[in-house]
């Protein structure tokens, strides 16, 4: 959004701007990186959670053994 406001700026005021080119170029890059991290990530944890649910679950301790009174 940074890159979005100084643009408008800049074709509002004539003060120097990128151009609509480099935007499309920094743009398009941007949302590249961006959907492809968050989909690493979101993989990364659906991942875990699969693996946690198909674990066993572990043994319960047994339990003591009392001596019955005879």
Do not use: D, I, S
Request: hydrophobic share 50%.
């Amino acid at each position: 959004m940074a890159l979005a406001l100084w643009w408008a700026v800049g074709e509002a005021t004539g003060l120097p701007h990128p151009t609509l080119t480099w935007m499309a170029a920094t743009h398009g890059l941007g949302n590249a990186l961006g959907f492809a991290v968050c989909a690493l990530l979101a993989h990364r944890r659906l991942r875990t959670k699969r693996t946690a649910a198909a674990a066993p679950a572990p043994h319960p301790a047994p339990l003591p053994r009392t001596e019955l009174p005879a």
